[in-house]
T-cell receptor, first 116, second 111 residues
Framework: GAVVSQHPSWVICKSGTSVKIECRSL??????MFWYRQFPKQSLMLMAT?????????EQGVEKDKFLINHASLTLSTLTVTSAHPEDSSFYIC????????????FGSGTQLSVL | KQEVTQIPAALSVPEGENLVLNCSFT??????LQWFRQDPGKGLTSLLL?????REQTSGRLNASLDKSSGRSTLYIAASQPGDSATYLC??????????FGKGTTLSVSS
């Protein structure tokens, strides 16, 4: 079945640094990728939708200059957290839309970001 | 705006018990509803998907029901096992393809 590979699984960084998270669709082409964020004991919240070859669409309240999304190919979408701060510490997870007649979305394994 | 609520937030049961997790939503115009399992610090495992035209889906010891008119879904777990301990998320797909999630129910099954 379709697989979305996400890495790194976890990252610890110093405040002010930038962190890049990658999501690859391994055996299918993903023209769209959804990026979610989950704070402790909260629900997953959609941050943005990346589209191959065009600008990402950000949800209200998400800073597009802070969370840079690139979807340069049909198999790779990246999320870069720029100038990370402790309040950006969260679980980030990507998801690709259904393929063919399969209604299920495909999720990456997630990235736990801790900013010191 | 669609809102998804899951009750209870946490649940502890002894092994072998049957249990029900609840999910309610405010907008009945949904495309489908999914139940996921999330283990600590890990991604999501899709358990069951119910289309808007369906009433329930079953997989092994799991049974999920959907009542669109009342805005409710339940996940029934039969004969719970310690390995079932995880957070269970309810998520809806509306007009778009992105999902709207509830906060989840954290289940602990003791042996």
């Amino acid at each position: 079945g379709a697989v979305v590979s996400q890495h790194p699984s976890w990252v610890i960084c110093k405040s002010g640094t930038s962190v890049k998270i990658e999501c690859r669709s391994l055996d299918f082409q993903a023209t769209t990728m959804f990026w979610y964020r989950q704070f402790p004991k909260q629900s997953l919240m959609l941050m943005a939708t990346s589209n191959e070859g065009s600008k990402a669409t950000y949800e209200q309240g998400v800073e597009k200059d802070k969370f840079l999304i690139n979807h340069a190919s049909l198999t790779l979408s990246t999320l870069t957290v720029t100038s990370a701060h402790p309040e950006d510490s969260s679980f980030y997870i990507c998801s690709a839309p259904p393929v063919g007649t399969n209604e299920k979305l495909f999720f990456g394994s997630g990235t736990q970001l801790s900013v010191l | 705006k669609q809102e998804v609520t899951q009750i209870p937030a946490a649940l502890s049961v002894p092994e072998g018990e049957n249990l029900v997790l609840n999910c309610s939503f405010t907008d009945s115009a949904i495309y489908n509803l999914q139940w996921f399992r999330q283990d600590p610090g890990k991604g999501l495992t899709s358990l069951l998907l119910i289309q808007s035209s369906q009433r329930e889906q079953t997989s092994g010891r799991l049974n999920a029901s959907l009542d669109k008119s009342s805005g409710r879904s339940t996940l029934y777990i039969a004969a719970s096992q310690p390995g079932d301990s995880a957070t269970y998320l309810c998520a809806l797909r509306g007009a778009g393809t992105a999902l709207i999630f509830g906060k989840g129910t954290t289940l602990s099954v003791s042996s």
